[in-house]
Structures are given as structure tokens and as C-alpha cells.
């Protein structure tokens, strides 16, 4: 598993910070049918009980937030990943359909209210990853988006570079249909979905549709940097 490390800055603003990290040998396939239903189904859930202000204020959501604006950024232009989604659900948008195992990252995050990046881990250059805050003349190039500004973004860094913040991953790391290998950080910035119902679902999703082989799962706190063994 991949060490998880937090930098002074992001233990001032987000103090509160807890990340579960899953590490996961399992398969990219297209997605089925029955995952999209899933997905369909929470769509429609989140469409019929929020509306479009609300959306920020979910626990999740609003915390990450928070945290954007104590790093000097402006959420509203540079939004959570969990927030885009739903306000494309309420906006009457949808989803897009992608692979398997980035359609249950998005699911887990709609549901969960938190941000969740997902990465391809034999893409990811050394044994640990932290997380700091973006600055100005880091190069990123955000999947689908292109060159990203993401000063004060919190982004987790390998030893090349960033490879992902909770608005967008980056190109170098991202999941393809080849990926064998899953790193997945869920970013609980502030309570709202049950820790380990989270981590269940997610588990019972890459069991169903991405031939998941083993797991590992760990909780690690921000404050003090602590892991903790979920699975």
C-alpha cells in the first residue's frame, strides 16, 4: 500500500481530514448495464431531494469547500468533483458513462457527498504520495480538461508530480481499460456518509464489476497522520 503522507499546510486548514486509501487488484472493464442502472437509480435519487443551492451545503461538500477557500481558492470556478457531479444530476445533464471502475468511483462519490480520486498505482512514480497544497508553476493536465490551474488545490504528489486534486486527476496516473493495479483515496474533508458503510459499498461495487482478486483498506487521519487498518 502506498504511504499517504499530509503537508503542515494542509494539516492548518483541514485539520479534521481523514482519507480512506484503497488498494485493489481487480479489472477496467466497460461498464455493464447494471452498474449504469445503479447509477441511474441515485441519479434520480439526488434529482428529487436537492436542489441546485443545496448541493454545496451537503457535509461533504461544504467542508471541502471550506478548505478550498482557506488555501486562497474560489469553489465556485474550481468546484469538488462530488459537487460537479451533482449539480449535473440536478441541472437535468446526467453522467457520463465511462469504464467500470471510474463509474463506481463516481457513484461512491454521489452518494457520499466526498471527492475520490482514482488512480492507476503502477503509473504512480515511488512508495508514498503527500498532499499539499497546489502552487503556482506546477504543471498538471486535469483528465478531459487540459492544462489545470490548481494553485491552492489541495493535490496529492508523487515523486514526479501532482496527480490529483479533488476537482480533477491528472492524464499521467489516470484509469484506463488496461489498469489492473487501483489506488483510490476517498477525501472525507468533513463527516457525511458512515466510514465504513462507504467503504462497504465501494468494496461490494468492485466485487460485482471489476473482478475484484484482493483488497487492502486503511483509514489515515490528517492530524496526526495515524493509519488505521479498515480491511
Not at 436542489?51 to 488555501?71: D, S
Not at 503527500?130 to 493535490?155: K, Q, S, Y
Not at 515523486?159 to 489492473?180: H, M, N, Q, V
Request: aromatic share 6%; net charge negative; with cysteine.
Amino acid at each position: 500500500m502506498i504511504q499517504i503522507l499530509f503537508s503542515d499546510r494542509i494539516r492548518q486548514v483541514a485539520p479534521d481530514l481523514q482519507v480512506i486509501a484503497i488498494s485493489a487488484r481487480c479489472s477496467n472493464p466497460a461498464t455493464p448495464d447494471t452498474l449504469w442502472d445503479e447509477i441511474t437509480e441515485e441519479c434520480n435519487r439526488i434529482a428529487s431531494k436537492y436542489k441546485i443551492e443545496e448541493i454545496k451545503l451537503r457535509p461533504g461538500i461544504a467542508a471541502t469547500r471550506a478548505a478550498y477557500k482557506a488555501l486562497g481558492k474560489e469553489p465556485n470556478r474550481y468546484r469538488p468533483s462530488s459537487e460537479a457531479m451533482c449539480r449535473r444530476i440536478v441541472n437535468g445533464k446526467g453522467l457520463y458513462r465511462m469504464t467500470a471502475l471510474i463509474d463506481i468511483i463516481n457513484l461512491v462519490s454521489i452518494r457520499s457527498g466526498y471527492s475520490i480520486g482514482g488512480f492507476d498505482a503502477d503509473r504512480i512514480v515511488g512508495d508514498s504520495l503527500t498532499l499539499d497544497a497546489g502552487n503556482h508553476d506546477d504543471v498538471f493536465c486535469g483528465i478531459g480538461r487540459g492544462p489545470l490551474n490548481i494553485e491552492g488545490l489541495p493535490v496529492y504528489r508523487d515523486e514526479i508530480g501532482g496527480i490529483g486534486t479533488p476537482t480533477s486527476d491528472e492524464e499521467r496516473t489516470k484509469l484506463t481499460p488496461d489498469t489492473t493495479n487501483l489506488l483510490m483515496l476517498i477525501n472525507i474533508y468533513g463527516k457525511e456518509a458512515e466510514i465504513d458503510a462507504t467503504l462497504d459499498l465501494t468494496i461490494s461495487l468492485l466485487e460485482k464489476y471489476a473482478a475484484l482478486e484482493s483488497v487492502e483498506a486503511y483509514l489515515v487521519n490528517a492530524s496526526d497522520g495515524q493509519r488505521s487498518k479498515l480491511r
